[in-house]
DNA sequence: ATATGTTTGAAACTGTAGTTTCGGAACGCG
DNA sequence: CGCGTTCCGAAACTACAGTTTCAAACATAT
């Protein structure tokens, strides 16, 4: 057999590893970048994050600068030279394989995703699976028709009433996330009407009281939007639509993404039935967040 | 002297984007491949899953055969060449990375839950690919060690750090999320020491004041862990670690899962490293619960 | 044995990726 | 206005990636 004595095993074909990521590098060189190479750094970090898989011939290209201006940008970030950054971004590219899972005792570690954004894809997968689109277009119609949209939910389901608040007010008014702090959510009830609409969010670790509320706001006829997990057993009964997403993964704590992405999705559908009048709204508030300049 | 002006738009630049995968080309071929082909094509589904990112002659020398077989094997794969298969497989990774969201509302929400899925995942990966695992590991033990943990978020990032500051509670003491309603970053600052540690989230539509806070961090010594999005400038100079997640989807409005799904990755690996203490406490809190019946 | 057909890597070949050089353009400043 | 400085891209240059050629090595048949 010839086989000389093959190329295969270098000694330690990975031969960096450390040094700053490159998109630390540019950060740290931002302020000090000639115009070419920061149009470089911007296709970079906007349109090409994975570095490897490119020549340094396609960024110049895409940033419509020369060539030339990639060598020096490259060789500004301290590499020795395009190559050198082409190795690091791929080696530093794998949070892949060897992931233990969370510590939180023993097991799990069994049959489940290897990696956790496995198990995040999973459960979007299959939490969407438990959706009808029919079902949430039935709710977003609901909560643009409403005069005014509550929204309650405890502990871990507190930051995804916020964060569907937020998505909301973008682009319609009055609405309201109860209970504030101090306060308890009895102190509203008065205030339901049957024009009104309310959203629990009550994912894993429901605290009692829920049940209370959705009853009083049944009482005065509010319609109810439920969204929560496979494991709610009576508070289905007591609302209108029901939303279920998957929360528990293979890992350490509950995921809350399924739920977020519903909440975007619930926030994209209502932006798109409140037409001419939502993006009217939508458009005042960015005027006037424009002239009070907040942001940088 | 030419155009000056003429940067991005090739006539088409996007080549080509179907036809079966790398891998399932290779499996239908695999039976009738000779000898050296196979090993590449050993090499290609073991270590080079993303053949985006290697170069032909890498493939041939990591498989120890010539440079020869590995333009025959894409050939008989029915690729034009290399250089076809490569821009084959990274246009397969990130279908639809620049694709500007549908404008702001109605077309895009046309289209089920499947879409928003696909938006969803991809922006998780193409995030993934952003991160490193050593730098989150740096961070999670960062985080164990503090003295005290402090976090900072507004508008959308504020939830983020919540939630962040939920997870942590459950396995340590002393995670304090700033400002409280109605109070301001600043009355905070007098008390951070080196030993402490600030965690700043800082997506999209940033507001002023940040750089403030970061700065006066930094003038005591407090190490800093910014959480933001491709299109933070100035941030990231000011922090000891940046952690890039992707935020820009294909709809109207911003998602946060992918900044949500590290915020869990972080309290996971953090918890590894909490060991027996963490658990410890975890348990302490999880006893407490159960007396005080506060779930149903 | 000779004939026919594969498979293979070395080496010649070619194109193009990445670097370097260089002159010009743009800005700053006395 | 001159004189530096910095930035830029065209073009020359170099090196190497990917292809092609070719003859040796091996297989199988006749």
């Given at each position: 057999?010839?086989?000389?004595?093959?190329?295969?095993?270098?000694?330690?074909?990975?031969p960096d590893?450390?040094g700053p990521s490159i998109e630390s590098r540019i950060h740290d060189h931002y302020d000090s970048l000639p115009d070419s190479e920061r149009k470089l750094a911007d296709v970079i970090?906007?349109?090409a994050?994975?570095l490897s898989?490119f020549k340094a011939s396609e960024l110049s290209?895409?940033a419509?600068v020369s060539k030339a201006a990639a060598t020096r940008l490259f060789q500004r970030l301290g590499f020795d030279g395009f190559d050198e950054a082409r190795l690091a971004a791929?080696?530093?590219?794998?949070?892949?394989?060897?992931?233990?899972?969370?510590?939180?005792?023993?097991?799990?570690?069994?049959?489940?995703?290897?990696?956790?954004?496995?198990?995040?894809?999973?459960?979007?997968?299959?939490?969407?699976?438990?959706?009808?689109?029919?079902?949430?277009?039935?709710?977003?119609?609901?909560?643009?028709?409403?005069?005014?949209?509550?929204?309650?939910?405890?502990?871990?389901?507190?930051?995804?009433?916020?964060?569907?608040?937020?998505?909301?007010?973008?682009?319609?008014?009055?609405?309201?996330?109860?209970?504030?702090?101090?306060?308890?959510?009895?102190?509203?009830?008065?205030?339901?009407?049957?024009?009104?609409?309310?959203?629990?969010?009550?994912?894993?670790?429901?605290?009692?009281?829920?049940?209370?509320?959705?009853?009083?706001?049944?009482?005065?006829?509010?319609?109810?939007?439920?969204?929560?997990?496979?494991?709610?057993?009576?508070?289905?009964?007591?609302?209108?639509?029901?939303?279920?997403?998957?929360?528990?993964?293979?890992?350490?704590?509950?995921?809350?993404?399924?739920?977020?992405?519903?909440?975007?999705?619930?926030?994209?559908?209502?932006?798109?039935?409140?037409?001419?009048?939502?993006?009217?709204?939508?458009?005042?508030?960015?005027?006037?967040?424009?002239?009070?300049?907040?942001?940088?």
């Amino acid at each position: 057999m010839t086989k000389t004595s093959h190329p295969a095993e270098g000694p330690t074909p990975k031969p960096d590893a450390r040094g700053p990521s490159i998109e630390s590098r540019i950060h740290d060189h931002y302020d000090s970048l000639p115009d070419s190479e920061r149009k470089l750094a911007d296709v970079i970090l906007e349109r090409a994050a994975d570095l490897s898989a490119f020549k340094a011939s396609e960024l110049s290209a895409l940033a419509g600068v020369s060539k030339a201006a990639a060598t020096r940008l490259f060789q500004r970030l301290g590499f020795d030279g395009f190559d050198e950054a082409r190795l690091a971004a791929r080696a530093r590219r794998d949070w892949g394989s060897p992931l233990y899972m969370g510590a939180s005792g023993s097991g799990a570690a069994l049959s489940g995703p290897a990696t956790l954004l496995e198990d995040e894809i999973d459960l979007l997968r299959r939490s969407v699976r438990r959706l009808s689109p029919a079902m949430i277009d039935d709710v977003a119609a609901a909560m643009v028709g409403a005069r005014r949209i509550w929204l309650m939910g405890y502990r871990n389901s507190r930051f995804l009433a916020d964060y569907l608040r937020w998505q909301l007010i973008q682009f319609r008014g009055d609405v309201t996330v109860l209970p504030g702090t101090g306060e308890t959510a009895g102190e509203y009830l008065a205030d339901l009407t049957e024009r009104d609409i309310l959203v629990v969010v009550a994912l894993r670790r429901r605290v009692h009281g829920l049940l209370e509320v959705m009853e009083a706001a049944r009482a005065v006829g509010t319609p109810i939007i439920l969204v929560t997990d496979p494991t709610a057993r009576r508070l289905p009964a007591l609302a209108d639509w029901t939303l279920t997403v998957e929360t528990q993964g293979h890992f350490a704590f509950d995921s809350c993404g399924p739920a977020l992405a519903l909440c975007r999705f619930l926030a994209v559908t209502a932006l798109g039935k409140a037409g001419r009048r939502g993006r009217a709204h939508m458009e005042r508030v960015e005027r006037r967040h424009e002239t009070l300049d907040v942001f940088n």
